[in-house]
């Protein structure tokens, strides 16, 4: 079966720079989900997306934007990133059909380091 | 707000012994409750789930009860194997919200 796709699946950046992370979620999926799990922590909810807009929104830095495209994939685009960024960032997708009680299927995350 | 609080890792057991991992929530309304693991170097998998007060969640061995009384969610297992060392994530769901709200995480290590 088709899973959550990430990509990419590492990613080094230094001080500073920015970075793009991409997510596929399963087909079908219209609600995509976006999570940092920092060394040892839970994961945080970031941002979310349902049928390309904005549905609800967690702890996601101002230097951070995210959007969700025509196919339903969803960028994560980070600014300025600084050493505390450095952390795993996962997506999750939902099928339709109501909100309540779906399950949220997580990809394998993009391990982001920023040196 | 929601939350939801674990015991602290790491439990160390030996092969085939019995494991329990509490869970607690606190949340308003009806929320589903999960169980999630993530072996070394990958991502969140769905273990178990429930979604109404005292309904059981089970799967590879592994069950937990969704008791409203106690708001407890707790994970057991009769016998754990080596290749169930990971960590394990209990997490909620609200039922007026769509993300998931995930407790810290208790590190499992099963040792031969």
């Known amino acids: 079966a088709a899973g959550v796709i990430q990509s990419p699946r590492h990613l080094i950046k230094e001080k500073r720079e920015t970075a793009t992370l991409k997510c596929y979620p399963i087909p079908r999926h219209d609600t995509v989900y976006w999570y940092q799990q920092g060394p040892g922590q839970d994961p945080q909810f970031l941002i979310s997306f349902y049928e390309k807009m904005q549905s609800d929104k967690g702890s996601i830095p101002d230097r951070f934007s995210a959007q969700q495209f025509s196919d339903y994939h969803s960028e994560l685009n980070m600014s300025s990133l600084e050493l505390g960024d450095s952390a795993l960032y996962f997506c999750a997708s939902s099928p339709p059909g109501g909100l309540i009680y779906n399950e949220q299927f997580f990809g394998p995350g993009t391990r982001l380091t920023v040196l | 707000g929601d939350s939801v609080t674990q015991m602290e890792g790491p439990v160390t057991l030996s092969e085939e012994a019995f494991l329990t991992i509490n869970c607690t929530y606190t949340a308003t309304g009806y929320p589903s409750l999960f169980w999630y693991v993530q072996y070394p170097g990958e991502g969140l998998q769905l273990l178990l789930k429930?979604?109404?007060?005292?309904d059981k969640g089970s799967n590879k061995g592994f069950e937990a009860t969704y008791r409203k009384e106690t708001t407890s969610f707790h994970l057991e297992k009769g016998s754990v194997q080596v290749s169930d060392s990971a960590v394990y994530f209990c997490a909620l769901r609200g039922n007026y919200g769509q993300n998931f709200v995930f407790g810290p995480g208790t590190r499992l290590s099963v040792l031969p």
């Open positions: 429930a979604t109404k007060a005292d």
